[in-house]
């Protein structure tokens, strides 16, 4: 199985579990909920989802009423709540931990101000689904799961940039452009149209 059929699996899991979950719903009722990261793009690579959630005034405890009554789902094994909103990332995260069968899918919620500034995954996704193809999707999977084996952790977004924006096709290609380009400092990078 190549690793686009075992990210097509993983995408089918996430959507599995969010629509259990309903989760997707609940931060309806009190924002606008998007799905981002590697779910929104279809590379998925790790059992990871990612939601980011805007609300005119973000109100956690209104929400954790609702996530906290997911803990009587068997398979939710952890919900933690952490106020940043005092640091540059500026909003409530939240996170549940969700056992299917032998796999732990993390599920990262970040809930935010509508008046927000900087950084948001949630602006990223449509420059990514306008940019990606099979052979760059392909690219990106290869690169993710050759960098688990290696036990080399790399923010995604990096892996993203060196393929969709300097043609980087495999993990050697990787290895060497992240010699020579700034890979610790977070920033929002979009693909060049």
Known sequence: MNSLEKAAIRKQQADDILNKLKLVQKWESVGNCFIVGAVAYDLIVTPDIDLEIFSEVPNPYEIMRELAL?????NVIELKYRDYT????????FKLIYQAEELEWNIDMWFFSNKRKGALSRDLVP???NNLTEDTRKS?????????LLNEEYSSIFIYQ?????????????LKWAN????T???????KS
Do not use: C, Q, S
């Open 162 to 174: 060196a393929v969709l924006e300097f043609g980087v096709r495999n993990i050697d290609g990787f």
């Open 86 to 93: 005092r640091t540059d990332f500026n909003g409530h995260y």
């Open 140 to 148: 990106i999977l290869d690169i993710k799961e050759a960098l688990l």
């Open 180 to 183: 020579n380009h700034n890979t």
């Open 127 to 129: 420059f990514m689904k």
């Open 185 to 191: 400092v977070p920033f929002h990078w979009r693909p």
């Open 70 to 74: 997911l803990t009587l789902n068997k």
